[in-house]
């Protein structure tokens, strides 16, 4: 009997610890884990072990010399903590955006299987670009770190506020749960190097700035990069959503236009705060204080920027090109079929002339044919 029920209802109820039922309900396994440091921190005697996880350490603010002054953070190996617990929430925060927005999305629109990848990624990845956008913006505009530029070298190695911070952290937590999500949303075995690259990049610098300390800078270029990926992932949701060709096109321009322009201003403002604000300070190297300021580092990260936006602005003039060379392709017309057609259509046209006639007509007109083609020859 209990074999019987559950071929019934394998479809629905999954056997516990199979594949299905991890996929089904990862959401509720991971926020159960979670929960466990939250609770942690009500407990007196696990309070400190769960504080590990949930805060941010390494707060070198002295309140005693100025209290207006705000919190300020270093890093240190403490920061793994905080990552693996905002990198569940993460995981949460994407189940429910998946099933309570994007899924009720798709199905009105009623999209092929190819086209509703590629709608769930971007509408994943546009979340995730246009909130770290904002809140790169806010850090910039609180900070004054636009506006005051010098300050970027100047005042290095600063220290990070706690907006700073968290926003670090939640960089690396939505990085490392891209890979987990290759499981849960079941991508195909074709499409999971690109997005196993695409997560391992954005890891990579992300770790780069962080632990060099270059985080006022790369807020910058982040703000530039998730701009402009967010405008292009938009204008893809438009292709797929509008109907109009026109609205589609201008998307596409807009969006193409602020990708290009922040590939090059973020190759320009690098290359300005290493290769002429940095160098203008003494070369030291102190792994305690943080500073990585000498020529090996500072020519590291302008190669490494510098052919990475190269790199993307390559992709998107070959993805213009090709695209500029299939709607200008002249549409090949054979000739030779038309004129069959057209002499046939000559024939029919005159056998039904003929057909109209009278008999003794008919033969009358075929005879004056015959004799008009002989005498041609």
């Given amino acids: 009997m209990v074999a019987v029920k559950g071929r019934k209802n394998s479809s629905k109820n999954p056997p516990i610890f ?19 440091f939250v609770v942690g921190l009500m407990i007196q005697v696990t309070s400190p072990w769960a504080y590990t996880f949930v805060a941010l350490h390494y ?15 270093t890093t240190g190996w403490k920061d793994a903590c905080a990552v693996f617990f ?27 299987k190819a086209k509703l990848f590629k ?30 530029l010098p300050a970027l070298w100047m005042e290095y190695p600063a220290p990070m506020s706690f907006s700073l911070k968290l926003f670090f952290v939640a960089q690396f937590s939505y990085w490392l749960h ?37 985080q006022q800078l790369a807020v910058i270029l982040l703000a530039l990069h998730f701009m402009g990926d967010a405008l292009l992932h938009s204008a893809r949701l438009i292709h797929f959503i509008s109907q109009k060709e026109k609205a589609s096109r201008l998307s596409f321009l807009v969006a193409n236009s602020t990708y290009a322009f922040a590939r090059v201003a973020s190759v320009v403002l690098t290359t300005v705060v290493f290769m002429y604000g940095l160098r ?87 005879n004056l044919r015959n004799r008009s083609s002989a005498k041609a020859k």
């Avoid at 590291?300 to 003039?317: D, E, G, H, R």
């Fill in 280 to 366: 203008k300070l003494e070369n030291k190297f102190d792994f305690a204080t943080g500073n990585f300021n000498i020529p090996a580092v500072q020519y590291a990260m302008v190669s490494v920027i510098s052919f990475f936006q190269s790199y993307l602005l390559y992709l998107l003039i070959k993805k213009q090109l090709k695209y500029a060379r299939e709607n200008a392709a002249p549409v090949v017309v054979k000739a030779k079929p038309k004129q069959k057609s057209r002499k046939r259509e000559g024939k029919k046209s005159v056998q039904s002339e003929d057909d109209e006639l009278p008999e003794v007509d008919q033969a009358t007109k075929k």
């Fill in 86 to 112: 905002y990198f569940l929430i993460t995981i949460v925060l994407h189940a429910v955006l998946q099933e309570y927005i994007f899924d009720k999305i798709s199905k009105r629109l009623h999209l092929s």
């Fill in 59 to 73: 707060n070198v603010t002295n309140s005693t010399e100025d209290p207006i002054v705000t919190t300020r953070y």
């Fill in 18 to 36: 199979s594949h299905e039922f991890i996929i089904q309900n990862h959401a509720d396994i991971v926020s159960c884990v979670a929960m466990v």
């Fill in 178 to 214: 891209c890979y987990p999500e290759l499981y849960f949303q079941r991508v195909k075995k074709e499409d999971i190097p690109l997005r196993v690259l695409h997560a391992t990049v954005g890891l990579f610098f992300t770790f780069l700035a962080y632990f060099f300390n270059f």
């Fill in 119 to 148: 709608f769930n990624e971007s509408c994943q990845l546009i979340v995730f670009y246009i909130v770290f956008t904002l809140w790169a913006i806010d850090i910039i505009i609180r900070e004054n770190v636009l506006l005051n």
